[in-house]
């Protein structure tokens, strides 16, 4: 093996001689240094993800109010007269939504301005909880620990939800038994237990199931929810990814690029 001496030279090259001989060779190193253009490009593709994400949950979530407003109530209403009675069944102890009654009429029309829709003048209705009903004779007798009645055109039913109901009027909510956020119960109807109702005008009365109506779209709500919130989470994910990505591309930036190094070897 031939003896060398190694070098540096002030252009970048470094000269290896070896000794005896008189060829030469020579290579050249390159020493390139990462830029900041991959973390940059894969920054902007995870905001772009991150912004997707965050567009899905949005849409998904405002589908949700749209479903509330599209429910029916055709298939959960049926007609019990002018007298029926309703058995309350709450056998998960978690509460019910319970039913509205209807009677047939404008909400929004009171002739005589007396403040109750007309369609409710000269009738007194009854909604007692079991065999609990009073011997009133004439007015409404109605047992407020079970149901919510007011026909006023401007009372408390009148901020109900009417989905699609039409022509009919909101004259009581019954059995609402589901705690507020403060664990509130409007309602306390006990589980196996009955609800009579009846008027004195001869007035056919409908009543809502909301349980059974709300049951399909809760279900739906669970499905929906989940897509939101695995949208809303992959696109925080991916946001923080981009920041990151883009935080190391900036520290890249106006690095200094080192030379290519050429080794050289001459022989003597």
């Given at each position: ?41 894969i ?65 929004k ?9 007309d ?75 009955e ?42 994910c ?31």
């Open positions: 093996m031939q003896d060398g001496t190694v070098w540096p030279q002030h252009d970048g090259q470094t000269t290896v001689q070896i000794s005896p001989g008189t060829s030469s060779s020579g290579f050249t190193i390159a020493n390139p240094q990462k830029g900041p253009k991959v973390p940059m490009i920054a902007a593709v995870l905001v772009a993800i991150g912004l997707v994400g965050f567009l899905i949950a949005a849409v998904v979530g405002a589908s949700i109010e749209d479903a509330f407003r599209d429910l029916s109530t055709n298939d959960y209403t049926r007609v019990i007269g002018e007298n029926g009675t309703l058995e309350y069944d709450d056998s998960d102890m978690m509460g019910e939504e319970g039913w509205y009654l209807l009677i047939e009429g404008d909400p029309v009171d002739s005589d301005g007396n403040g109750q829709a369609a409710c003048d000269g009738l007194n209705f009854t909604i007692t909880w079991g065999d609990d009903a009073s011997s009133n004779e004439s007015g409404n007798d109605i047992d407020s620990k079970i149901a919510r009645f007011d026909c006023d055109i401007q009372g408390d039913n009148s901020d109900e939800e009417y989905f699609d109901i039409e022509d009919h009027i909101i004259i009581a909510r019954i059995c609402h038994t589901l705690a507020d956020e403060s664990g509130e119960k409007e309602h306390t109807c006990l589980n196996g237990g609800v009579h109702i009846s008027n004195d005008g001869g007035v056919n009365m409908s009543v809502v199931d909301l349980d059974e109506m709300y049951e399909p779209f809760v279900e739906d709500l669970i499905g929906i929810g989940l897509v939101s919130g695995g949208s809303f989470f992959a696109g925080c991916s946001i923080c990814g981009g920041v990151l990505a883009l935080f190391v591309g900036l520290m890249r930036v106006g690095g200094k690029k080192s030379p290519e190094q050429n080794i050289q070897f001459q022989s003597q």
